[in-house]
């Protein structure tokens, strides 16, 4: 009998360290990344250019339901592709960081985007990360991880990866950021941040990163014996 291929749900707020733990997970196994963020990050960017502002649902609603937004892994990463136009970096923009919280509100978009979340995912053999994947877009997932981090531990990655890409910041400017992401992300009232009831915490705070990808990985090898066992 062949193995069934799991669904890995990874939940939690920003900076956590959900982006390179989903990615070095789907490698491990060899499972299809997709990064949730990207894409209504890619989805806030065609908005912006349109020149429409975040909170005119209904217009933004037809944008969300007729763009094709494609991730494709290349390189060890993922590309991320806007009807067809590679905005991989375009949409790490502090432009596009801002205005995506307020994106990311709206109904008509959410549902345009768990239809595609769960499109992609139906079949498993995936690792989905974001905010809402073990609680609205797959509630049945396999293997659901919630992952947390001190909000300086937080402030401290994304320092880093700022840094590595030439930019200096200070670290209580950024802790206080997080804070305002996390306040939005979890009192929406659209799908908000929250733990699913069965979802296992992962406090990564200390953690380093291969330690957080062997705990999800052992986390799936453990469901595939359980099934294989059933
Ligand atoms: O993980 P990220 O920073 O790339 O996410 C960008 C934004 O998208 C963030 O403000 C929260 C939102 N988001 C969401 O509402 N639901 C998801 N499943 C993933 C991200």
Redesign the pocket.
Known sequence: MSRKKLIIAI?GP??SG??TTAKLVAQRLGYLHI???????AL?LKILRSGLDGFYSKKIGAIAETTRIELVPANGSLKVLLDGEDVTEQ?RSPEV?IA??S???LRDV?QA?VRE?RRLGKDGGVVL?????GTV?FPDADVKIFMVASIEARARRRQQELLEKGIRTDLETLMNEIRE?DE??SS?DE?P?RKADDAIVLDTSDLTIDEQVEFVVRKAQEKLAEQDNA
């Open positions: 939940d920003a900076a959900k982006s990064d949730t963020g990207a894409m209504y990050r806030t949409i960081t995506v919280s994106v990311s509100t959410r985007m979340q990360e974001g905010r809402d994947l877009v992401r939005k992300d929406r799908s941040l």
